[in-house]
């Protein structure tokens, strides 16, 4: 951790728009799916809110999606982001592409383990306690490259920040379950106290945003999920 006083005192960790994958409840992992129309509307409408609280360095995962989101707020801003392959999503092996019902089918015990907030290794990739220390080292390392008492922005992914905020907090892997998922284009807020992180805020941003374009057909003949049908799969 930086010395106390030194480099950013908080940070805005800003989950990715949605993505097609998203709304089909597909484990994406570390694939490069791009933002669909909704996802770019999410991370536009988060962008104005963000910039209003003037941070001053942008970071961003290196995956396509996490990078598009972003890009919104380069766009209100004099930001321009620093891509970090360490803020990647969790390597998720065998099961990524995959939708989460046939992971169920496949892999049961795995599956279950995983949704129970176990710290098992998913897909023969990655463990949570392994996606956590790689994205706490990460906001470190550039809390302490942003000015003093700055505020520092990190465009990553569901799981990433999760594990991330877990890990900043100084809480076990197996705390997974105690924190939802944040939704797509939303953020949490960690502040330093001292020589620690607390936890400020959490699925913070606008809701709703895009509800306009669902339904729609897209090109490959499927349609928009409903609200209920993207929150139970939308993980990742």
């Known amino acids: ?24 409840g597909r484990f994406q992992g570390q694939l490069d799916v791009p933002l669909d129309e909704v996802g770019h509307a999410q991370a536009r409408a988060a962008a104005a809110q963000i910039a209003a609280l003037q941070p001053d360095r942008l970071v961003s995962s290196d995956l396509v999606r996490a990078r598009a989101t972003a890009a919104h707020l380069e766009a209100l801003t004099d930001l321009r982001a620093v891509e970090d392959p360490a803020l990647r999503e969790l390597h998720a092996g065998a099961w990524q592409g995959l939708l989460h019902r046939q992971i169920e089918d496949h892999w049961p015990d795995g599956h279950r383990a995983w949704r129970s907030g176990e710290d098992v ?10 996606l956590g220390a790689r994205v706490a080292a990460s906001l470190e390392r550039h809390a302490a490259q942003t000015r003093d008492g700055g ?5 990553s992914h569901s799981g990433a920040l999760r594990a991330g905020v877990l890990a ?42 895009g509800e306009e374009l669902e339904g729609r057909t897209g090109a490959d003949g499927a349609r928009g999920l409903s609200s209920v049908q993207r929150s139970a799969g939308a993980v990742v």
């Open 121 to 130: 290794r998913i897909g023969g990739g990655e463990k949570r306690s392994e």
């Open 1 to 24: 951790m930086s010395a106390a006083g030194a480099g950013a005192t908080r940070l805005v960790l800003w989950r990715h728009g949605r993505t097609t994958s998203n709304a089909e």
């Open 168 to 209: 900043l907090l100084g809480l076990p892997p197996e705390a997974w379950a105690s924190l939802a998922s944040i939704g797509n284009g939303r953020w949490a807020v960690v502040e330093r106290r001292g020589e620690r992180w607390v936890l400020r805020g959490y699925d913070l941003g606008p809701r709703g945003v």
């Open 151 to 155: 505020l520092l922005v990190a465009a």
